[in-house]
């Protein structure tokens, strides 16, 4: 049963503050998808154990669950032909530039209701206290992988980037230690191996930070997660908003150490130019 048809089945037990609720999830469901249940609960004005008890008249367990629920809808099961085709239906016969660039502005001004600076400085601690930085993702999330990698090691930070396949992945994994950070890219659906991969670092006493644009349940919870939507589920997505994310985690990481980071990026010219003499 979807959750407009569990709606419908029980309208008539939904109380008003239920229906403040309901407006908000959807009027914007897009959002509401991936927000806590105390953010949708504090826009609509009423407790968030409201939330708690809307989901179970509905027959789910928890908020959570109805929150996947909502996702689902969203996604509708759609593949990645899918999403792309709907893309280009919803650009018309113009072409998916002028709408593309418009989604994409869209998404990016919405971002710091998502991420606040705060949070991106409390990532950036967490990195720049690290011992070694292992860094995780699977498919298109591989470019950020990459890049992250790439401005740690500029900046003179031990880091590494995970391989994705079990047994290379395992022997990586095994030598995590306390005072380690793992940093993971995880987008519509968590990759196979994540759960696994936050898990030991919280058995070996290291550190782990998620960013995504879903705030999807693991059987394993990272210690911080920056996650912000990056439009809608039922089309093409890009990787825009997490690159926005990741370059100002970068920046905050030279702003708050600058004598370290700039300094390494000092070195790495000079070593440069050492080398292309």
Not at 57 to 76: F, I, N, S, T, V
Not at 90 to 96: L, N, Q, W
Not at 141 to 152: G, M, Q
Not at 228 to 252: D, H, K, W, Y
Request: hydrophobic share 40%; charged share 25%; aromatic share 4%.
């Amino acid at each position: 049963m979807t959750l407009q048809e569990r709606l419908a089945e029980h309208a008539g037990r939904l109380t008003q503050a239920d229906r403040q609720l309901l407006e908000v999830v959807l009027s914007h469901p897009t959002e509401a998808a991936f927000l806590p249940a105390g953010e949708v609960a504090g826009r609509a004005g009423v407790h968030q154990a409201t939330a708690t008890k809307l989901a179970q008249k509905l027959g789910y367990p928890g908020y959570p669950a109805l929150r996947e629920a909502l996702q689902h809808d969203l996604l509708g099961g759609a593949t990645p032909a899918e999403r792309v085709r709907r893309r280009l239906e919803h650009a018309g016969a113009d072409g998916p530039l002028e709408s593309l660039i418009a989604d994409e502005i869209a998404a990016l001004h919405d971002l710091p209701r998502h991420v606040s600076q705060d949070a991106v400085d409390a990532a950036a601690r967490l990195i720049l206290g690290a011992g070694h930085v292992y860094v995780y993702g699977r498919g298109n999330a591989t470019v950020l992988v990459e890049l992250l990698h790439r401005r740690l090691r500029r900046y003179g930070l031990r880091s590494t980037p995970l391989p994705t396949s079990g047994r290379d992945l395992a022997e990586h994994l095994v030598g995590l230690r306390e005072g380690d950070v793992v940093v993971a890219f995880a987008f519509l659906n968590p990759p196979r191996h994540l759960s696994a991969v936050l898990g030991r670092a919280r058995s070996a006493g290291s550190r782990s930070l998620l960013i995504t644009d879903t705030l999807t349940t693991l059987d394993e919870r990272p210690d911080h997660v920056l996650a912000a939507p990056r439009g809608s589920g039922r089309e093409f997505q890009s990787l825009t908003v997490p690159m926005a994310v990741t370059n100002s985690l970068i920046l905050t990481l030279a702003r708050l150490e600058p004598d370290r980071t700039l300094q390494a990026l000092e070195d790495l010219r000079s070593l440069l130019d050492r080398l292309d003499e």
